[in-house]
């Protein structure tokens, strides 16, 4: 076992005094929701408001043999309703979106009395386009309000959102269309990130004319640059002249708390990305629910979580959780290092942030410009500090919580996956002292395991693989159209328990330290990636026989791409062909899997089954040759030899 990181940050005092949850509280709550499950989450139901309140609370069977899971089935409700109507009598003129654009010179604070407005004219047009309940929309949108209102005005209808992230290709496009047999696509005409404009509607002219995708019909699209775009007739409509003229009222349609509000595809260790689906009432209830305590919200807070719309996390924690707690959200257009590297701390000061929430690959890169960095702002506002999409190194924990937080703001490490909905491991601000680089204690509800290879239950502090022994209200029901792929995906590996794909340590306090996946599936800077995806992207290229991909250390990244690539005959390794096979990807799949190193490999260490032994390759590409450990197992062991003299990371 690695030496765990000692430093200990107790509970600051004056902060327990004001949290929702303290110590005590933690304690008797967290037993009684693994007790009485059912008695809890009746409780927590109640934080929404419902057309029908729900008898049926829990109904979970995570039997491999029948995966089925159901929460508050019988109640009745709509999410759009609990993020924006039930606000208007009493903050109808509070800030529920602050936007900051790309430029520093724009943003705008919009209440909710006009996001609701907005919400309903966009659900209008949509009903008036022929959208309705069960129909699928694809979102392919910058960071823009607009983004928040098309995933409300869905809600608003019933029918289910699909945000692609605006990073991937049209080929990604396309592939979850196509999956998801979506009828309307929402988009804009370019993004703005970083000064530079990123062509959407470029991409989804080019993604609708793959095989398939014709079953999209419209394209809705947002005007946000001006940029020059090409028209489709008749199937292409400006966004603003289908919503301008609408009615500002849209009743809400009464849904089940069992029908999909979401499907938002994610990267498994086999296969095409899956499109997880998720449905009302337990997934809000679950958000409303970690979004206050998590981050102990309070009214009046201004809250900025940093991640993208396209991502679980801006699903839940810019949009659908602060926005049901009657939160006011800030949402970023651009990156955190644009105009000046400093630019994240000085959006915190212009809008007086108290919550700030981003990933550890901004607080890296932020760190590796030095202290200095934060100069040009002071960050007295904020209060806590939160972090989230992978795992966090106690080295940026500590800079993160000196330098941002100004060794002031409790950092609350946040672990949890698309698959989950909402922050299943986490510390309480009020309630749990820190350690860095632990996510710490399960939150309510949330029954974690660690098992050994062969499923045995680990009691104490150990180190294996986590698994969630029962259902939580925010966790996915299913796979889109593919309910045998969640089986076995999540259930099967240890029949009856939830599979994270995460390794895992708890220590002698119980507390959880996430060790990183111990699957095919990678984390580069935050993002997931499955190592199948783009090896079956290689191949597709007239140049590649074989391709493997595994992830190394990297510094700022967290870890970076090492492909290994086998070239056809008639092909040979050149500086030209490795640019082509980066273009490639990053038209295939988008620039966030562009490969950091190609090593050309004359063979791949293989099994005799004619198994790739990733596990070889991945020491190569750590630079770890020393403890490279059984190669007996390998048809020819002489391959790992040459793979090495060729090495490329050194
Ligand atoms: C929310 C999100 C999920 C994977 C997960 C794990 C890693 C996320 C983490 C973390 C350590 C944390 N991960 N948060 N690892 N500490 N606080 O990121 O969802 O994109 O589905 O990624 O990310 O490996 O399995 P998603």
């Known amino acids: ?74 109640g009745t409700l709509n999410a759009s309703a609990n993020c924006l109507d039930r606000h208007l009598e009493t903050r109808g003129d509070q800030t529920a979106i602050i936007w900051e654009g790309d430029d520093p010179s724009e943003s705008q604070n919009i209440t909710y009395r006009e996001l609701h407005a907005r919400t309903c004219q966009l659900a209008n047009a949509l009903k008036a386009l022929g959208i309705g309940k069960g129909d699928v ?14 995933m409300l005005a869905c809600a608003r209808i019933g029918a289910v959102h699909s945000v692609v992230f605006g990073g991937f290709s049209p080929d990604a496009v396309a592939q979850r269309v196509i999956g998801a047999q979506s ?74 708390a069992e029908d999909p509000l979401f499907i938002l595809y994610t990267s498994g260790s086999t296969g095409a990305p899956k499109g997880m689906k998720h449905t009302t009432g337990g997934y809000l209830t679950y958000v409303s629910l970690t979004h206050q305590y998590v981050f102990d919200y309070h009214d009046g807070d201004i809250y900025w979580c940093t991640a993208d719309v396209g991502w679980v996390t801006g699903h839940s924690y810019i949009v659908y959780g602060p926005l049901a707690n009657g939160g006011t959200t800030l949402m970023f257009e651009g990156v955190p290092n644009y105009p000046t590297p400093g630019r994240m701390g000085e959006i915190v000061d212009k809008h007086q942030v108290n919550i700030l929430y981003t990933a550890p690959t901004a607080i890296r890169a932020l760190r590796a410009h030095g202290d200095d960095v934060m100069a040009s702002s002071t960050r007295e506002s904020l209060r806590l500090l939160g972090s989230v999409g992978e ?33 299943l491991i986490a510390p309480l601000p009020g309630a749990t002292d820190l350690k860095p680089g632990s996510a710490t204690l399960p939150l309510f509800g949330v029954r974690p395991g660690i098992v050994d290879n062969d499923g045995n239950l680990l009691e104490g502090a150990a180190e294996g693989n986590l698994v969630i022994l029962d259902s939580w209200p925010g966790i996915a029901r299913s796979i889109w159209g593919d309910h045998e792929r969640f089986t076995q995906t999540y259930f099967s590996t240890y029949p009856g328990m939830y599979f994270t794909g995460d390794g895992c340590r708890r220590d002698e306090d119980g507390y959880y330290w996430i060790t990183g996946r111990v699957d095919d599936v990678l984390n580069v800077s935050g993002h997931r990636m499955g190592t199948a995806e783009i090896e079956s992207a290689l191949v597709a290229h007239d140049a590649v026989a074989e391709a493997a991909v595994v992830g190394f250390p990297h510094d700022i990244k967290g870890q970076g791409i090492y492909i290994y690539v086998t070239l056809t005959e008639g092909h040979e390794p050149s500086e030209e062909l490795q640019k082509e096979l980066v273009k490639w990807i990053r038209t295939e799949i988008g620039p966030i899997a562009s490969p950091d190193v190609i090593q050309w490999a004359a063979d791949l260490p293989k099994t005799r089954s004619g198994k790739i032994m ?25 391959v790992v030899d040459e793979l090495i003299e060729h090495r490329a990371n050194r």
Not at 137 to 150: F, H, K, S
Request: aromatic share 8%.
């Open 183 to 256: 009828k309307l696509i929402i988009t804009a005409d370019e993004s703005v990130r970083g000064g530079k404009q990123v062509p959407l509607k470029d991409n989804v002219d080019a993604a609708l004319t793959r095989q398939g995708a014709e079953v999209c019909e419209k394209v809705l699209v947002v005007k946000r640059t001006g940029g020059e775009i090409d028209w489709h007739e008749g199937r292409d409509l400006w966004y603003h002249e289908q919503v301008d003229g609408q009615p500002t009222e849209c009743a809400a349609e009464e849904m089940g």
């Open 614 to 638: 990733r596990r070889i390759l991945r020491k190569i590409a750590a630079n770890e040759t020393d403890g490279l450990g059984d190669t007996s197992t390998l048809a020819d062991p002489s």
């Open 137 to 150: 929309v694809t979102l392919y949108m910058p960071m823009i309000p607009e983004a928040a209102v098309a």
């Open 1 to 74: 076992m690695t030496e765990l990181h000692k430093n200990t940050y107790p509970v600051p005092e004056a902060l327990a005094k004001n949290a929702w949850i303290d110590k005590a509280k933690y304690e008797a709550l967290y037993r009684q929701s693994i007790e009485d499950p059912e008695g809890y989450w009746a409780e927590q139901a109640k934080r929404l408001d419902w057309i029908k309140a729900p008898t049926k609370i829990k109904h979970s069977s995570l039997d491999p043999r029948n995966v089925d899971i159901r929460w508050f089935e019988d």
């Open 391 to 423: 795992p966090i190194n106690p080295e940026a924990w500590e800079w993160y919580y000196r330098v941002i937080g100004n060794s002031r703001c409790p950092v609350v490490d946040t672990w949890w996956q698309t698959e989950n909905g909402g922050i």
